[in-house]
Nanobody, 125 residues
Framework: QVQLVESGGGLVQAGGSLRLSCAAP????????MGWFRQAPGKERELVAA????????YYALSVKGRFTISRDNAKNTVYLQMNSLNPEDTAVYYC??????????????????WGQGTQVTVSS
């Protein structure tokens, strides 16, 4: 069973930055679209960013566009989420996920095949 492994979450002050990483050992990584989701208490899980197999196409939710950057390194089987200018509304558990799809903007969490365990991001005001 493939397990995605996230790291990089933590507590940061508003205006600060964090970089999340998600390693995918054992996955045919370049065959998968990768996404970062987040889920705040009492809210649905939402797609924050996604990237196609070679990094040539990316998607961002409007709430993070211009502040977050998704990237991937297929040689390392790893996807990243650089988060800048964080604000308290970004506080959530962040998950990476993988899906085999011909299209890279897949908002339905149930369409993803593999998930990480989640990493907490807390932004203080």
């Amino acid at each position: 069973q493939v397990q995605l492994v996230e790291s990089g979450g933590g507590l940061v002050q508003a205006g600060g930055s964090l970089r999340l990483s998600c390693a995918a050992p054992g996955l045919a990584f370049s065959n998968y679209v990768m996404g970062w989701f987040r889920q705040a208490p009492g809210k649905e899980r939402e797609l924050v960013a996604a990237i196609n197999w070679n990094g040539g196409n990316t998607y961002y939710a409007l709430s993070v566009k211009g502040r977050f950057t998704i990237s991937r390194d297929n040689a390392k089987n790893t996807v990243y989420l650089q988060m800048n200018s964080l604000n308290p509304e970004d506080t959530a558990v962040y998950y990476c996920a993988a899906t085999r799809s011909n299209y890279y903007v897949i908002r339905d969490p149930y369409s993803y095949n593999y998930w990480g365990q989640g990493t907490q991001v807390t932004v203080s005001s």
